[in-house]
């Protein structure tokens, strides 16, 4: 095959590991999101796929589009989230169902985000170096083991944490149980 006839793969930027992270509270849930297009178009998706009122995972795509104009204030994007509380994963003691976005950057400010969702709870952000990725990866699963969860106070077996590398635009999680093992290990057979 001739130079001409290959296409050229660049290796990609290597991020520095001494930068910015964000360490947040694993909320357990189901992952949930809502698309915004330029043209105002509303769509709502799980994990996997689009949802419909229709054709739902635990009502998110029902109350997003009962909560419609309020959301529209997340503008033009992807905007992803956990979808939990009653009858969702853990349940975390909740009378109601809730949605906490991922993007602490943007949404922490109450002023600015939308009054019907909350945000992940942050448990740390700063530089790498400074608090030992480890070490505070250790400190905060020992937090959440002892405290209980941040995002629902009280509620004493929170799922873990959640590890974001901004520059590097990586997640890592890390959870209390079983963190060791495979998430299909401990699927329950339909």
């Known amino acids: ?84 509380g009653q009858g969702i994963q853990r349940n975390y003691s909740q009378t109601q169902k809730i949605f906490s976005l991922f993007n602490t950057s943007r949404w922490s400010d109450d002023a600015v985000r939308p009054s019907c969702c909350r945000v992940v709870p942050v448990l740390y952000s700063g530089p790498m170096e400074e608090f030992g990725v480890m070490k505070g990866v250790k400190q905060a699963i020992n937090a959440l083991r002892n405290n209980g969860s941040v995002a629902a106070p009280g509620f004493m077996k929170p799922e873990g944490i959640v590890v974001y590398h901004p520059q590097g635009n990586i997640l890592f999680k890390k959870t209390l149980e079983k963190d060791d093992e495979p998430k299909s290990k401990h699927a329950v057979a339909a």
């Open 1 to 84: 095959m001739s130079e001409n006839n290959m296409k050229f793969v660049p290796f990609p930027k290597i991020a520095r590991l001494s930068r910015e992270i964000i360490i947040t509270e694993k909320i357990d849930g189901t992952n949930a999101s809502i698309h915004i297009s330029e043209d105002g178009q509303f769509l709502v998706g799980s994990r996997t796929r689009w949802i419909t009122p229709q054709d739902d995972n635990f009502g998110f795509a029902r109350w997003a589009n009962e909560n419609k104009s309020e959301l529209m204030k997340l503008g033009v994007g992807a905007h992803f989230g956990e979808w939990w």
